[in-house]
């Protein structure tokens, strides 16, 4: 027992006790950390890495740098004042006469969001190039077209020197970069993200408060009836959350067109007349009902199980102690329950900002989240580009919120029924 | 809460519209969804119920939109058969099985590492691992459509089925992960300690406590791939329709009643489910010594 008393403490092996303790801890580690790792390595890949590359996608302008290289090593000699030399109106040329017609296509889709005009001139003069056969370049690529004579198409193409750009991003807050690569507004007529991230802003914020107003009195009922009652009850919050979204949208279609079941109801009780039904379909209003609807089981699930925590001798002493209902419930009841109202808050607001599916179907054109924009960009104009600026704002506004909630809630308490 | 019997005129008249209030709220989140029921026996080619249908005028109500449904239409006197519905079917259940399995296996594994009392870096991980539940299904699906068609994965079954499983995995992760909070890890000492190895002691101790988060984490998984469409949009092809795809479709191009026959059937569907997930979850409780207040 000496041993103990002078040195450190030691297994059979002479090995010193914390060393060994040390080593089982580390052993545990990793083996707890390698069940983790598949998931861990397949999230990884089928999702993470994907989201990574969206995010490059959006500063990425390298694009155009592969189709007119050598017209980019004379361009940055150019001191952008008059028109550029006939050295670079020659590698432009033959650059453009030797190029396949797929990469120009895509080429001259990037230079038209610098400046529009140049994809129409790329066609045009494709064509017309294969009758010159030799210089000057310069004189005779202007008698094709007399753009090529305009200096403001060669500084354009300014914005496109570098391999990455912050282009995308401008656009996606309606500014852009004038072809002295100055920031600027975009024309009036062309500003609609602005306006479109004011409305996901104000709808999510609408959505999240009227799911507050109709979730927070139902969870209380949930909470303070007996569990045989509040049980059968929790299946008409819950029987929502199961029912697939397309269902939900249609039912709603159902009850909200003009001749829908909430039209006729009105009609037949002889609120309003049958030639001026109410517009509720395709309409921001529309998003608003159907989507506070979709996402109010998100508010009443955390809500309901803060409230199940409370206990109900504190509002009875309240009562006991001479405060009416009213201020029992606003100076005690309400205090408890912030954690569920904040953890519902914040799922409902961050699952709002980025819906898509129900303003594309009930929204009309009004309607229109940031969301209906990146599927927009996604499939039609195919401007990947700013379809993945507009993403990643979105994305980092998500990543902000996730972190509070993760803070505030704790990620691993999150509710599924 | 019961109003007692001393309740003032106002207290009572307060709790009454408090009841009234709470009833409509009830209202609001199931009326939209039991409205389509009816309807969808109508024979009328629009989603409305008409004075006929009303008045149960036999002849306005009609199966015709559920033999649609099946494949059999008939215009005039002869039949077509368009199999979309049949077919969207079949792919809906093929993809969501597989992902459903992939991701039970998946998540499982992960959340019995994460519950682990050594796990290292646990609240980072988890962040990581619930992400794809919060991060905005368009914003999976372009990042999916830009990097799995440089891997040519897009227009596959594959592609589709491990986006689907990425997107079901947090609900397993989750489920099983609370059914393990609590969990006496002495079974596991025990076990070992009886000379069982790893294998028989998870299949044998560990999986039929935790079976009924496993089972309702993947019924949660599979009803997520059973109802996505924004990630088969892009990442499909044309010819990969599924059941949600298919209504997406429906409701954007030709308005017809055989929606509504899907969405009853989906409707039944996810009652059933509801179900199974709600006994599972008492009987987790009741296994565990949870108490039901």
């Given at each position: 027992?000496?041993?103990?008393?002078?040195?450190?403490?030691?297994?059979?092996?002479?090995?010193?006790?914390?060393?060994?303790?040390?080593?089982?801890?580390?052993?545990?580690?990793?083996?707890?950390?390698?069940?983790?790792?598949?998931?861990?390595?397949?999230?990884?890949?089928?999702?993470?890495?994907?989201?990574?590359?969206?995010?490059?996608?959006?500063?990425?302008?390298?694009?155009?740098?592969?189709?007119?290289?050598?017209?980019?090593?004379?361009?940055?000699?150019?001191?952008?004042?008059?028109?550029?030399?006939?050295?670079?109106?020659?590698?432009?040329?033959?650059?453009?006469?030797?190029?396949?017609?797929?990469s120009v296509g895509k080429a001259s889709t990037r230079m038209n969001y610098s400046k529009s005009g140049?994809?129409?001139?790329?066609?045009?003069?494709?064509?017309?190039?294969?009758?010159?056969?030799?210089?000057?370049?310069?004189?005779?690529?202007?008698?094709?077209?007399?753009?090529?004579?305009?200096?403001?198409?060669?500084k354009a193409l300014g914005q496109m020197v570098d391999p990455t750009t912050m282009g995308y991003y401008l656009n996606a807050v309606d500014l852009k970069y004038d072809s002295n690569k100055n920031v600027v507004q975009q024309?009036?007529?062309?500003?609609?993200?602005?306006?479109?991230?004011?409305?996901?802003?104000?709808?999510?914020?609408?959505?999240?408060?009227?799911?507050?107003?109709?979730?927070?009195?139902?969870?209380?009922?949930?909470?303070?009836?007996?569990?045989?009652?509040?049980?059968?009850?929790?299946?008409?919050?819950?029987?929502?959350?199961?029912?697939?979204?397309?269902?939900?949208?249609?039912?709603?279609?159902?009850?909200?067109?003009?001749?829908?079941?909430?039209?006729?109801?009105?009609?037949?009780?002889?609120?309003?007349?049958?030639?001026?039904?109410?517009?509720?379909?395709?309409?921001?209003?529309?998003?608003?009902?159907?989507?506070?609807?979709?996402?109010?089981?998100?508010?009443?699930?955390p809500l309901y199980s803060v409230m199940k925590t409370i206990s109900p001798t504190y509002m009875r002493a309240a009562l006991n102690l001479g405060a009416s209902p009213i201020h029992a419930f606003y100076k005690i009841y309400m205090p408890n329950s912030i954690p569920g109202v904040s953890a519902g808050c914040l799922l409902v607001f961050i699952i709002a900002i980025g819906y898509?599916?129900?303003?594309?179907?009930?929204?009309?054109?009004?309607?229109?989240?940031?969301?209906?924009?990146?599927?927009?960009?996604?499939?039609?104009?195919?401007?990947?580009g700013l379809c993945a600026a507009l993403g990643a704002i979105l994305l980092a506004v998500m990543t902000v919120l996730y972190w509070a909630y993760n803070k505030i809630v704790g990620i691993e308490n999150i509710k599924l029924g | 809460m019961a109003l007692p019997s001393y309740a003032t005129t106002g207290q009572k008249i307060g709790y009454y519209s408090f009841l009234t209030y709470c009833s409509l709220v009830f209202f609001f989140l199931i009326a939209p969804i039991f409205i389509i029921l009816p309807l969808s026996f109508s024979a009328s080619p629009f989603f409305e119920f008409t004075r006929e249908f009303m008045n149960l005028e036999p002849e306005a109500w009609s199966l015709r939109w559920y033999r649609q449904?099946?494949?059999?239409?008939?215009?005039?006197?002869?039949?077509?058969?368009?199999?979309?519905?049949?077919?969207?079917?079949?792919?809906?259940?093929?993809?969501?099985?597989?992902?459903?399995?992939?991701?039970?296996?998946?998540?499982?594994?992960?959340?019995?590492?994460?519950?682990?009392?050594?796990?290292?870096?646990?609240?980072?991980?988890?962040?990581?691992?619930?992400?794809?539940?919060?991060?905005?299904?368009?914003?999976?699906?372009?990042?999916?459509?830009?990097?799995?068609?440089?891997?040519?994965?897009?227009?596959?079954?594959?592609?589709?089925?491990?986006?689907?499983?990425?997107?079901?995995?947090?609900?397993?992760?989750?489920?099983?992960?609370?059914?393990?909070?609590?969990?006496?890890?002495?079974?596991?000492?025990?076990?070992?300690?009886?000379?069982?190895d790893t294998m028989r002691t998870f299949f044998k101790v560990i999986m039929p406590l935790i079976l009924p988060g496993v089972i309702s984490g993947g019924l949660f998984a599979f009803i997520t791939s059973f109802?996505?469409?924004?990630?088969?949009?892009?990442?499909?092809?044309v010819e990969q329709i599924t059941i949600p795809k298919q209504m997406w479709a429906g409701l954007r191009q030709e308005t017809s009643p055989v929606i509504l026959c899907m969405a009853t059937c989906l409707v039944a569907l996810s009652i059933a489910l509801l179900t199974t997930v709600e006994m599972l979850r008492r009987r987790s409780e009741r296994l565990r010594g949870i108490k039901q207040r």
């Amino acid at each position: 027992m000496n041993q103990t008393v002078s040195g450190p403490i030691l297994t059979s092996d002479g090995i010193p006790l914390k060393v060994s303790l040390k080593k089982a801890e580390r052993i545990n580690k990793i083996r707890a950390f390698l069940l983790v790792l598949p998931l861990l390595a397949f999230i990884l890949i089928t999702f993470l890495i994907p989201i990574g590359d969206m995010l490059a996608r959006s500063i990425d302008d390298r694009q155009i740098n592969t189709v007119f290289p050598k017209t980019f090593e004379v361009y940055k000699k150019w001191d952008r004042q008059d028109l550029p030399s006939e050295e670079v109106y020659k590698t432009m040329f033959f650059e453009l006469k030797d190029s396949e017609g797929y990469s120009v296509g895509k080429a001259s889709t990037r230079m038209n969001y610098s400046k529009s005009g140049w994809k129409s001139l790329l066609k045009k003069s494709k064509r017309k190039f294969k009758k010159i056969e030799e210089g000057p370049y310069k004189e005779k690529m202007i008698a094709t077209d007399k753009r090529w004579g305009d200096p403001e198409y060669w500084k354009a193409l300014g914005q496109m020197v570098d391999p990455t750009t912050m282009g995308y991003y401008l656009n996606a807050v309606d500014l852009k970069y004038d072809s002295n690569k100055n920031v600027v507004q975009q024309k009036e007529n062309r500003r609609i993200y602005n306006k479109t991230w004011i409305k996901t802003f104000k709808v999510s914020i609408l959505v999240t408060f009227f799911c507050l107003l109709l979730g927070y009195p139902i969870s209380y009922l949930l909470a303070t009836l007996p569990m045989k009652y509040s049980n059968l009850l929790m299946i008409c919050v819950l029987l929502p959350f199961w029912t697939s979204l397309l269902v939900r949208t249609v039912a709603w279609m159902v009850m909200l067109q003009q001749k829908g079941v909430f039209n006729n109801l009105m009609v037949m009780a002889g609120l309003i007349a049958d030639e001026n039904r109410w517009q509720l379909m395709y309409n921001q209003t529309a998003v608003i009902i159907v989507m506070t609807q979709i996402l109010l089981p998100f508010m009443v699930l955390p809500l309901y199980s803060v409230m199940k925590t409370i206990s109900p001798t504190y509002m009875r002493a309240a009562l006991n102690l001479g405060a009416s209902p009213i201020h029992a419930f606003y100076k005690i009841y309400m205090p408890n329950s912030i954690p569920g109202v904040s953890a519902g808050c914040l799922l409902v607001f961050i699952i709002a900002i980025g819906y898509y599916i129900t303003p594309e179907l009930v929204g009309g054109k009004d309607g229109q989240m940031v969301g209906n924009w990146i599927a927009y960009h996604l499939k039609t104009t195919l401007n990947w580009g700013l379809c993945a600026a507009l993403g990643a704002i979105l994305l980092a506004v998500m990543t902000v919120l996730y972190w509070a909630y993760n803070k505030i809630v704790g990620i691993e308490n999150i509710k599924l029924g | 809460m019961a109003l007692p019997s001393y309740a003032t005129t106002g207290q009572k008249i307060g709790y009454y519209s408090f009841l009234t209030y709470c009833s409509l709220v009830f209202f609001f989140l199931i009326a939209p969804i039991f409205i389509i029921l009816p309807l969808s026996f109508s024979a009328s080619p629009f989603f409305e119920f008409t004075r006929e249908f009303m008045n149960l005028e036999p002849e306005a109500w009609s199966l015709r939109w559920y033999r649609q449904m099946v494949g059999i239409s008939s215009i005039g006197d002869t039949t077509v058969v368009t199999d979309k519905w049949m077919l969207g079917t079949r792919n809906s259940f093929f993809i969501g099985i597989i992902a459903t399995l992939l991701a039970t296996a998946l998540g499982t594994v992960a959340a019995l590492g994460l519950s682990r009392p050594h796990m290292p870096f646990k609240p980072v991980l988890m962040a990581i691992l619930i992400s794809p539940m919060i991060v905005p299904l368009i914003i999976t699906a372009a990042g999916m459509f830009f990097f799995y068609s440089k891997i040519g994965l897009t227009h596959t079954y594959l592609g589709l089925i491990l986006a689907h499983t990425a997107l079901g995995t947090p609900f397993v992760v989750i489920t099983v992960t609370a059914t393990l909070t609590g969990f006496d890890t002495n079974l596991i000492r025990a076990s070992q300690s009886l000379g069982a190895d790893t294998m028989r002691t998870f299949f044998k101790v560990i999986m039929p406590l935790i079976l009924p988060g496993v089972i309702s984490g993947g019924l949660f998984a599979f009803i997520t791939s059973f109802d996505e469409v924004v990630v088969v949009m892009f990442v499909g092809s044309v010819e990969q329709i599924t059941i949600p795809k298919q209504m997406w479709a429906g409701l954007r191009q030709e308005t017809s009643p055989v929606i509504l026959c899907m969405a009853t059937c989906l409707v039944a569907l996810s009652i059933a489910l509801l179900t199974t997930v709600e006994m599972l979850r008492r009987r987790s409780e009741r296994l565990r010594g949870i108490k039901q207040r």
